[in-house]
């Protein structure tokens, strides 16, 4: 990671702009009080420091968190321990990881659920490639769906939400069933030369991707919030779904890439 020029701590000043229906969210949490005012047909908005500065995937990110973390950043920038910027860069680089774990335990699902077809994955067929991906798309879609029942009535340390999580890292039990006496995922040696043969899993990265990998500027703002009292697992956690989202994009993406390609060689 390139080093970085110390932060500065205190809060960035106000300023005026059209406020969009996501930050117009963002500001309506505790802590990031505003100032409306009324110019022509537009509505305009004297930002917070925090509201001002979230962007994008921070700022819908943001209004995923509970309450109560929300009030704890805003209240963060205010003293000026914090820098907007910090949490903006903190909470895009929450997403990074909640991401990077979604393609991992995706493409571990997608292999413990087909060994079948990584057994004989030089004949495997475009369609029957797409098929696979679709249904694992679908398991973990299911998966954090109900994940999110859970959390919504009050039941994140329960014995099922522990089984949920567990099933989203590819380790429910029966799964990959279909390949005689293999082993779990990592452990087989037959399962060494699966990855030596044609790919047929929509599941693979670039190296060193900025999709997944965090910044230097997005670790160190990570590294100051956890200093400054903020779990940087429950960020991580509220971006679960945003992370299994834009995994499974990347994953259809990558199907049906590879679906051309296995098209134009017959298969």
Known sequence: MDALSPLAGAPAVATTKTMSAAQGAAISSPGAA?????????????????????????????????????????????????????????????LKMARSTAFMNGGRMFESQNRGLFARANTV????????????????????ARLGELDKNGQGGSDDYGEILRA???????????????EPHGNSRATAHLRQTRLISPYYMKLGDPFFIRS??????SNKLKDAGVSLSSL???????GEDDVADMAQEQASHRAEIMRRNGG
């Open 34 to 94: 505003t100032t409306a005012t009324t110019t022509g047909a537009k509505d305009t908005l004297s930002l917070s420091p925090l509201a001002a500065s979230l962007k994008g995937p921070s700022l819908d990110l943001f209004n995923k968190l509970k309450q109560n973390e929300r009030t704890l950043l805003s209240g963060l920038v205010d003293s000026g321990k914090v820098t907007g910027d910090d949490v903006n860069n903190a909470l895009m680089g929450s």
């Open 125 to 144: 067929t475009a369609d029957e490639m797409l098929k696979a991906t679709d249904d694992t798309l679908a398991r973990r879609k299911e998966l954090v």
């Open 168 to 182: 989203l890292s590819a380790v429910e039990p029966g799964a990959g069933t279909g390949l005689p006496n293999a």
């Open 216 to 221: 230097g500027e997005e670790e160190a703002a």
């Open 236 to 242: 991580t956690d509220a971006a679960r779904g945003m």
